[in-house]
């Protein structure tokens, strides 16, 4: 069936350096692919999305390229800050684009924590 | 952007009584919503899917009877914890799909945290 597998965390950065939250997804059909973030105390939130093959997501700062052939969705953002502290879910649906839409399935959540 | 709402944001209530959660979209109209628990460091896991006006489609593993789902209109879900344990404590999590815009994407209530004692 469909699965999400993220790196495990959590993730420890200081301020302004580099981060990359690894994502992979199983191959079956021709899912979108989302990335989401969980600041404490609140829901989800999407940060950013894919919906086929070579697309790149992006939003404040934080980009992930859909790769069909690595099957992967990596996020990336080149400067953290302290407010990106949060647990970032990567996540997939059944299906691609057209009216479908489907459950989403979710990798375990990857703990983010930025120091000054 | 598409807001969903949660009431209440938490609830604690004694063993055995029933909590009534409920999931609106405020500014859109919902196809379908979803209802998920997120155990305390884990991922979201897919409780039951709902559509208005029909019978909601539960998870392998959920107690229909004991989760009761009812979609009565196209804002509104509601999630019924019926005679309540200390291990349904969780943090329960809905989301709705628009019919309108990006098929795709699903927007997600703020949650609510349960607690029985």
């Known amino acids: 069936g469909d699965s999400v597998t993220q790196m495990e965390g959590p993730v420890t950065l200081s301020e302004e350096a580099f981060l990359t939250i690894n994502c992979t997804y199983t191959?079956?059909?021709?899912?979108?692919l989302f990335w989401y973030v969980q600041y404490p105390g609140e829901g989800l939130q999407l940060l950013l999305k894919a919906t086929k093959a070579d697309d790149k997501g992006s939003n404040k700062g934080f980009e992930a390229t859909y790769r069909k052939e690595t099957t992967s969705f990596h996020l990336e953002k080149g400067s953290v800050q302290v407010s990106d502290s949060a647990v970032y879910f990567c996540a997939r649906n059944p299906y691609a684009g057209g009216t479908s839409y489907g459950k989403l399935t979710f990798g375990q959540g990857t703990i983010l924590t930025v120091h000054p | 952007g598409a807001v969903v709402s949660q009431h209440p944001s938490w609830v604690i209530c004694k063993s055995g009584t029933s909590v009534k959660i409920e999931c609106r979209s405020l500014d859109f109209q919902a196809t379908t919503m979803f209802w998920y628990r997120q155990f305390p460091k884990q991922s979201l896991m897919l409780m039951a899917t709902s559509n208005e006006g029909s019978k909601a489609t539960y998870e392998q593993g959920v107690e229909k009877d004991k989760f009761l789902i009812n979609h009565a209109s196209l804002t509104l879900s509601t999630l019924t914890v019926t005679s309540a344990h200390p291990e349904d404590s969780s943090f329960y999590i809905c989301s709705a799909t628009s019919r309108e815009g990006t098929y795709n994407e699903q927007f997600f209530g703020p949650g609510t945290r349960l607690t029985v004692l």
């Open positions: 191959a079956t059909g021709y899912p979108s």
